[in-house]
Nanobody
Framework: QVQLVESGGGLVQAGGSLGLSCAAS????????MGWFRQAPGKEREFVAR????????YYADSVKGRFTISRDNAKNTMYLQMNMVKPEDTAVYYC???????????????????WGQGTQVTVSS
């Protein structure tokens, strides 16, 4: 099994920055895909970003492109999400997710991932 624990959430003003981390423990995989999703109150969980094993392959939702940066440190089994120029509409619970295998066409969907963290709240004030 894989355990994922998010951290770094909190309250930030619009236009500010916040960094999230996702630490993986337990069974680890090589060449696997990881991603971030978020769920705002009253809305479905949505894809934010995903990253391949080497870190060179990244993909972002249009809503965060140019503002958020996903990265990973495989030596530390940790993935990151740097959130810049945040907006009130970025308010949500942010979840990290891990896939057993490499990124593919389904990694913008929840069903494309095998393991999930419990989530961390991000609140952006206007």
């Amino acid at each position: 099994q894989v355990q994922l624990v998010e951290s770094g959430g909190g309250l930030v003003q619009a236009g500010g920055s916040l960094g999230l981390s996702c630490a993986a423990s337990g069974r680890t995989f090589s060449n696997n895909c990881m991603g971030w999703f978020r769920q705002a109150p009253g809305k479905e969980r949505e894809f934010v970003a995903r990253i391949g094993w080497s870190g060179s392959s990244t993909y972002y939702a249009d809503s965060v492109k140019g503002r958020f940066t996903i990265s990973r440190d495989n030596a530390k089994n940790t993935m990151y999400l740097q959130m810049n120029m945040v907006k009130p509409e970025d308010t949500a619970v942010y979840y990290c997710a891990a896939r057993r295998i490499a990124c593919g066409g389904t990694t913008y969907r929840e069903s494309g991932y095998d393991y999930w963290g419990q989530g961390t709240q991000v609140t952006v004030s206007s």
